[in-house]
């Protein structure tokens, strides 16, 4: 995705042209070494928890298994029962990392490479079939792991609250509302997702100015 390009094509917008101003360039940059898998597991230890409490029960993953920078998939799967609990999994988490695991290792879930050559509605469609994993989390995927470039997730809360405060709204919008709003921004709906996201993170710090013309 050209940074540039969709921070001109946004910038053209009468909700988002504001936000852009504020904001300044987009600083969104995926993260380019890190397999699907492992971006799952990642999401799954991150739900409803606080990022802390989920880093330290990933760090003690990834010491189990210490001559990989993350535990493959067939690692996971070999670990001995309650492993995962040991390290503060819940029994939920635990049942979605094994699927996930196993998913992986059979090639249910592609790799980086393969899922290049899948669609973004393929690629939902395929991981939301995996337990504890839902479309949210495959649009963060394909966000924020695969640089996908034109994906606007509608039921995320930080992006409607976003739109609400850049238009000025009483209420955020339905996700049906914001999906049809959005494709005016696409190709370059990832970017509006983000910018969403900082004019939301801008107006609780209490910095966004929103204009008066609104």
């Not at 993953?61 to 029962?81: D, G, K």
């Not at 209420?171 to 696409?186: D, V, Y």
């Not at 900082?198 to 107006?203: E, F, I, P, S």
Request: aromatic share 6%; hydrophobic share 50%.
């Amino acid at each position: 995705m050209s940074a540039r390009a969709a921070r001109q094509h946004l910038a053209a917008d009468p909700v988002l042209s504001h936000v852009v101003r504020q904001v300044g360039p987009m600083t969104l940059k995926p993260i380019k070494d890190r397999e699907p898998y492992e971006a799952l597991v990642r999401a799954i230890a991150h739900q409803q928890v606080h990022g802390k409490a989920a880093e330290a029960m990933l760090n003690r993953l990834i010491a189990l298994v210490p001559h990989h920078p993350f535990p493959p998939p067939e690692a996971v799967l070999a670990l001995p029962e309650g492993a995962l609990r040991g390290c503060g999994f819940s029994g939920a988490k635990g049942a979605a990392i094994l699927d996930i695991a196993q998913k992986s290792a059979a090639g249910w879930v592609p790799t980086r490479r393969a899922a290049t050559r899948l669609s973004d509605a393929a690629l939902i469609e395929r991981l939301v079939a995996l337990r504890g994993v839902g479309r949210w989390t495959v649009e963060m995927l394909l966000i924020f792991t695969l640089g996908r470039p034109d994906i606007l997730p509608v039921d995320d809360f930080g992006v409607r609250e976003g739109y609400r405060v850049a238009a000025g709204l009483e209420t955020q919008p339905k996700p049906k509302e914001l999906a049809a709003i959005g494709e005016a921004w696409a190709p370059y709906r990832s970017a509006a997702a983000w910018y969403l996201w900082r004019a939301a993170d801008l107006n609780k710090a209490g910095r966004f100015r929103v204009p008066a013309a609104m």
